[in-house]
């Protein structure tokens, strides 16, 4: 897949966040984060549901949680790659085979996580603009994607 993006930058308001793609553990899932991007699709979304110590989960364009793109859901392509700090990864139900375009990404290790989701991508830069998202479920005043793109 010749014309796979390498890289996905989401705009904070603080700043850029530059994701590293994985297409060699989720090709599936990364075009679908790139088209969805690319669309526009993340543009003006918020981060939903923060955890300290946990991850940063965004995605939803309702902001509530409960909802995804009109796009059909995914099948898993899950991974022995660990989630660790600054690993993307995609939100599902129980079905592990219902991602659609939420993601989350790690604050700390979530090895529990290990083999049951998608991992599609790892922070290369902006970790720390990650780690200053308003925290809760949802956040009072939540962070906010300004802009996403593929590249």
């Known amino acids: 897949m010749a014309d ?13 966040v530059t994701i590293k793609l ?27 549901r923060v955890i300290p110590g946990f991850m940063a ?3 939803d364009p309702t902001g509530t ?7 059909p859901n995914l099948k898993q392509e899950f991974s022995k ?9 995609m939100a599902r ?8 375009s939420q993601f989350f990404i790690c604050f ?10 998608t991992v599609w991508g790892q922070v290369s830069d902006g970790m720390d603009l990650i780690d200053a998202l308003p925290k809760g479920e949802p956040p009072r005043e939540p962070g906010k994607i300004v802009k996403a793109r593929a590249a």
């Not at 139900?93 to 659609?100: E, V």
């Not at 700390?108 to 989701?117: C, K, M, V």
């Open 81 to 89: 790659e660990p989630h660790v700090r600054g690993t993307c990864s």
């Open 57 to 59: 989960q965004g995605g």
């Open 4 to 16: 796979t993006p390498e890289t996905l930058t989401i705009t904070l308001d603080s700043g850029d």
């Open 93 to 100: 139900t129980n079905d592990p085979n219902s991602a659609n």
């Open 22 to 48: 994985r297409p060699d553990l989720a090709p599936e899932h990364v075009a679908r984060i790139a088209e969805l991007a690319n669309e526009g699709f993340y543009d003006g979304v918020v981060f939903h």
């Open 65 to 71: 949680g409960m909802h995804g793109s009109d796009k």
């Open 108 to 117: 700390d290790d979530a090895r529990f996580l290990d083999g049951q989701y």
